[in-house]
T-cell receptor, first 114, second 110 residues
Framework: DGGITQSPKYLFRKEGQNVTLSCEQN?????MYWYRQDPGQGLRLIYY???????QKGDIAEGYSVSREKKESFPLTVTSAQKNPTAFYLCASSMESRPVDTQYFGPGTRLTVL | KQEVTQIPAALSVPEGENLVLNCSFT??????LQWFRQDPGKGLTSLLLIQSSQREQTSGRLNASLDKSSGRSTLYIAASQPGDSATYLC?????????FGAGTTVTVRA
């Protein structure tokens, strides 16, 4: 069964803590993406990676970090520098990052700051 | 910077009525436009993708049109059912990036 998995489904963070969100895909896709969704707003791009060991900042990268050591994995760390991290986080992947490539989305992780 | 707007933000209709959802974008230099469905607390499911050279796409009861020159797309859902209740998002692709609207939340009353 090919697809994208995200874990955990729900995550709670205390002030000052770093947390890491997992994203794994078995679609053999080269490109992976992280989006943030807030109520009443569209999804906003945090980071994207076109290939292993390479990634670029999106529109709202401040307070976040990523790594891409394996093709199938693209974890997102929400650092204490992110002032308002409570949101729904969605991971996506596409075969490549060409304009014609469709992005497929995971089920999401809801992060809440206590 | 690409701006994507969806109107209305919410819509409630009786079962059987046709749905019309609107999406507008500011920069017409797009590669494609995609409509997604999102159920509460879930990820996105792709419904239709229209390439920039196309005028419309159809899948079952769904039909999406694209007028790139005017920066508009419309999603039509025929004979709505309670199972169509969800949030519908449109997104435009320019280069690598998808730019999303905030979505239209649809409720179909039985």
């Amino acid at each position: 069964d090919g697809g994208i998995t995200q874990s955990p489904k729900y995550l709670f963070r205390k002030e000052g803590q770093n947390v890491t969100l997992s994203c794994e895909q078995n679609l053999n896709h080269d490109a992976m993406y992280w989006y943030r969704q807030d109520p009443g707003q569209g999804l906003r791009l945090i980071y994207y990676s076109q290939i292993v060991n390479d990634f670029q900042k999106g529109d709202i990268a401040e307070g976040y970090s990523v790594s891409r050591e394996k093709k199938e994995s693209f974890p997102l760390t929400v650092t204490s520098a992110q002032k308002n991290p409570t949101a729904f986080y969605l991971c996506a992947s596409s075969m490549e990052s060409r304009p014609v490539d469709t992005q497929y989305f995971g089920p999401g992780t809801r992060l809440t700051v206590l | 910077k690409q701006e994507v707007t969806q109107i209305p933000a919410a819509l409630s209709v009786p079962e059987g009525e046709n749905l019309v959802l609107n999406c507008s974008f500011t920069d017409s230099a797009i590669y494609n436009l995609q409509w997604f469905r999102q159920d509460p607390g879930k990820g996105l499911t792709s419904l239709l993708l229209i390439q920039s050279s196309q005028r419309e796409q159809t899948s079952g009861r769904l039909n999406a049109s694209l007028d790139k020159s005017s920066g508009r797309s419309t999603l039509y859902i025929a004979a709505s059912q309670p199972g169509d209740s969800a949030t519908y998002l449109c997104a435009v692709k320019d280069d690598y990036k998808l730019s999303f609207g905030a979505g239209t939340t649809v409720t179909v009353r039985a």
